[in-house]
């Protein structure tokens, strides 16, 4: 019994310890409340409970069945790298030359969002790249081909591996949704100069992690014509 809760712990702490780091909630709480401007804190509230469910749902997918569907459609995990981390520079791009935001322009806007336009966004951007993007997906694959493809282990322990692995989707759910619900209580305190100096901040780091993620897919789809040392 306590090897079976063992096993389950420690896949559930790859799991959580691998996924957290990357999409970093704490760190997107500014972005959060950029790309939900106009919302109000119910909304917000609403916002933050969909995009827990679909990180949950989308890093189970990609953990259970993402490597299969690459390889079904002949995708390498680089050519993802490289599209999702375009993606991911555009964005951050945006939001670096987003123009900042008062209180007075968020009222203003409060009226265009609806149940409608609060179910849309809750997908993209801000789950999916905001959220899930392409690192934290490549990481996903990678944990799932490793939890069920590795035959060397039993079906039994195989199993016990996913159980764990679907408690950590849930703590990294449960994260997210903490950090994103609290984003506006959180960042109130910096007043709106201090929340756009960090929206800056993080969107400039999201352009470096898009850079980045781009750079490392385009230097694996290098390597075979690299020349030999």
Request: aromatic share 8%; hydrophobic share 55%; glycine share 12%.
């Given at each position: 019994m306590v090897e079976v809760l063992l096993?389950?712990?420690?896949?559930a702490a790859i799991v959580a310890g691998a996924m957290l780091p990357i999409m970093n909630p704490l760190g997107s709480m500014p972005i959060f409340l950029s790309l939900s401007r106009g919302a109000t804190d119910a909304q917000r509230r609403h916002l933050a409970s969909r995009i827990a469910v679909n990180v949950a749902i989308v890093t189970f997918i990609a953990l259970l069945l993402g490597s299969y569907v690459l390889e079904f459609f002949g995708i390498s995990t680089a050519a993802v790298r490289v599209g999702g981390g375009i993606l991911v520079i555009v964005m951050g791009w945006r939001l670096l030359n987003a123009e900042s935001s008062s209180t007075d322009a968020e009222a203003a806007t409060t009226h265009a969002w609806n149940e409608r336009m609060v179910e849309q966004r809750a997908f993209y951007p801000?789950?999916?790249?905001?959220?899930?993007?392409?690192?934290?997906?490549?990481?996903?694959?990678?944990?799932?081909?490793?939890?069920?493809?590795?035959?060397?282990?039993?079906?039994?322990?195989?199993?016990?591996?996913?159980?764990?692995?679907?408690?950590?989707?849930?703590?990294?759910?449960?994260?997210?949704?903490?950090?994103?619900?609290?984003?506006?209580?959180?960042?109130?305190?910096?007043?709106?100069?201090?929340?756009?100096?960090?929206?800056?901040?993080?969107?400039?780091?999201?352009?470096?992690?898009?850079?980045?993620?781009?750079?490392?897919?385009?230097s694996e789809l290098l390597q075979p014509w690299r020349p030999l040392p």
């Open positions: 096993l389950v712990v420690k896949n801000l789950t999916f790249p905001f959220t899930v993007g392409p690192g934290s997906l490549s990481v996903a694959v990678t944990l799932g081909a490793r939890i069920w493809g590795d035959t060397r282990h039993k079906l039994s322990d195989r199993l016990l591996a996913g159980l764990g692995a679907i408690v950590g989707v849930i703590i990294v759910a449960v994260v997210v949704y903490a950090c994103f619900r609290s984003a506006r209580t959180v960042l109130g305190r910096l007043g709106e100069t201090g929340t756009n100096v960090m929206l800056r901040f993080a969107a400039f780091i999201l352009l470096c992690i898009g850079v980045q993620i781009a750079w490392e897919g385009v």
